[in-house]
Each structure stands twice: as structure tokens, then as C-alpha cells.
């Protein structure tokens, strides 16, 4: 029986979701990580929020938009079950607000791209959890663009690692991707489990919502000008809550690993959006490291389309 309130549009677009192709969640999955990657450009326009205030309110919107949009979507039962979610929802949600925080958190602790390098690894992580906890078989493509893609973001920002930045930083950053991996493999375990898995998508709710408690504290004295508002909600919304709810549904499409792997995409968008928007020209290293994350990627998703 369907969770969601019979015969509403955002219903018929999550059974579209869930029926959807191969092809058609890879394509999702790009607009995801199209959306994730505006953060950077975004946040340059800011007048005066900065590090924790900007987290507070990006999660604090994050959370206004899940709740009307999942209100939308389950009435108000929503809130009745929130407190009784399952386990495997709270675990989920717990991972979200590590995502949401602990990448703000290390940009505070040492340089971006000590951050991104470090959050290269997500691939991988995300591949041996996938082979040890669920016992998936990885295609040796996928294995190797795994490869070459965190060795294009390596190329991207190597030559910068370790200049001005923190161990303890790089350690903050590695709970994205660790977090990442945990999520993606658990979300993966509950779509298996088809009409009888429980609904993950609340789980995005609980992460911002810990996240705003989380950094609340640290933000203190807010200061943001309506200006920043404006564009904090934005990120809030468009950033972070439209593509955070499409992921979770596609984790039924698509395997952890994979859905870790073209996430890598939001560094390569990223860094064009900053060359188009901030006029920010990237390095030549950029650019090499570039066309090896976007070459693994595309060799990778060819090669599967061809299979299926």
C-alpha cells in the first residue's frame, strides 16, 4: 500500500522514480550532483555569514522545504512517525547531518583542497563496504573508473594538499565520505527489501534537523543580512533538499558505489560553475583532472548502458 497520499503528483513521481531506467537514474544522479555543486558560487556572494552560521542556516532552510515537501507527500502522519522511525531511518538521518556538517566543519580546519581530496575516497569507501556488508560484486570497470576518478581529483588539487591546512582537518573531511559510504550502502540494504522497506526519506528530515542543533550554538551571534538569507535559502532548498530526496529514491535504482562514484561530479561542476559565475580561470592540473574524473565516469556509465 502506497505511503504516500493516493492520487497526489508528487506520488506518481516517485513510483516514476522507482519503475525508472538505468539510463534515466544516471541522468537524476547528474542533476543531483549539478545542484549539490552551486555551494561554492553561492556562498561567494554572501555579504556576512561565514563557516558555522552559513551551516546553521543552509540546514535550518534544508529543513523548512523537507518538512513542506514531505508533508506534501505523507499528510500528517509524518510527524506522528517521526519519533517512531525505525532504527535503519535514524541511522540514515544520523549520516545526513554528518554529510550536512562535517564538510563546513573541516573548510574552517585546513584548505579546500586538502577537503576534496580527502573526499575522494568516497568511491571507494563506498565499493568495499558494498562487497564486505552486502556482498556485491563490482565490475572490474567500475573498480578501475573508481580508480582513475580519484586519481583525476588527486591531479586536481595535489599540488595544493597539505599547504596551510591540518591533520585534524583531513580527519573532519574523511567523516564526509565515511558517512557517505555508510549511508549509501544502508539505503541500498533497505531498497532490497522492496514494498516491505521502510520510508527513508524522513531520514533527510532528521539529518538537517540535527545539523541546525549541531551548529546552532557555534553560529551564535547570528548576523546574516536579508540578502544572505535570500541566498541561504536558496542553497537550503535547491542545494540541499530537492537533490537530497531524489538521491534516496535513486539508491533503489542504482548501487552504492556508483551513486558515490558520479558524485564526484560535484567537484568538476563545482570548479565550472566558479570559472563561469566567479570568473575563477582553473589550472591546468584542474582541467587534466578534470577530463580524468569526467573520462572515468563516462567510459564507466557507456560501458554498463552497452551490458544492459
Not at 554572501?46 to 508533508?71: M, P
Not at 563516462?298 to 551490458?307: K, Y
Amino acid at each position: 500500500m502506497c505511503r504516500w497520499l493516493p492520487g497526489c503528483a508528487c506520488t506518481r513521481h516517485v513510483v516514476a522514480i522507482l519503475e525508472m531506467s538505468h539510463r534515466r537514474a544516471v541522468a537524476l544522479m547528474v542533476l543531483v550532483t549539478l545542484l549539490w555543486s552551486i555551494a561554492g558560487v553561492v556562498t561567494r556572494q554572501l555579504e556576512v555569514a561565514r563557516s558555522f552560521e552559513v551551516t546553521f542556516w543552509r540546514s535550518a532552510f534544508n529543513a523548512l522545504a523537507l518538512a513542506a515537501a514531505l508533508t506534501l507527500m505523507r499528510g500528517p502522519a509524518l510527524w506522528r512517525g517521526l519519533l517512531q522511525s525505525g532504527r535503519v531511518v535514524w541511522i540514515s538521518g544520523v549520516c545526513w547531518a554528518v554529510m550536512f556538517t562535517a564538510f563546513m566543519l573541516a573548510l574552517t580546519m585546513t584548505t579546500v583542497a586538502n577537503v576534496l581530496v580527502t573526499m575522494a575516497i568516497g568511491p571507494m569507501i563506498t565499493a568495499l563496504f558494498s562487497r564486505f556488508f552486502l556482498g556485491k560484486q563490482l565490475p572490474a570497470r567500475t573498480w578501475l573508473a573508481i580508480l582513475v576518478a580519484g586519481a583525476g581529483i588527486a591531479w586536481m588539487f595535489g599540488l595544493e594538499v597539505g599547504q596551510g591546512g591540518s591533520l585534524l582537518g583531513m580527519l573532519v573531511a574523511s567523516a564526509v565520505p565515511l558517512a557517505g559510504a555508510v549511508n549509501w550502502t544502508v539505503l541500498q540494504r533497505v531498497g532490497e527489501a522492496g514494498e516491505e522497506a521502510p520510508d527513508m526519506l524522513p531520514a533527510v528530515l532528521i539529518g538537517a534537523l540535527l545539523s541546525a542543533l549541531f551548529s546552532l550554538p557555534l553560529a551564535w551571534p547570528l548576523q546574516a543580512s536579508a540578502h544572505d538569507l535570500g541566498l541561504l535559502a536558496l542553497l537550503g532548498s535547491v542545494q540541499l533538499a530537492i537533490p537530497c530526496l531524489l538521491v534516496v529514491r535513486l539508491t533503489r535504482v542504482l548501487p552504492g558505489p556508483e551513486i558515490a562514484l558520479l558524485a564526484l561530479l560535484e567537484v568538476v561542476f563545482g570548479v565550472a560553475w566558479a570559472w563561469l559565475w566567479a570568473g575563477e580561470v582553473p589550472a591546468g592540473s584542474v582541467l587534466v583532472g578534470g577530463c580524468l574524473v569526467l573520462g572515468a565516469l563516462v567510459v564507466n556509465e557507456g560501458l554498463a548502458l552497452g551490458r544492459g
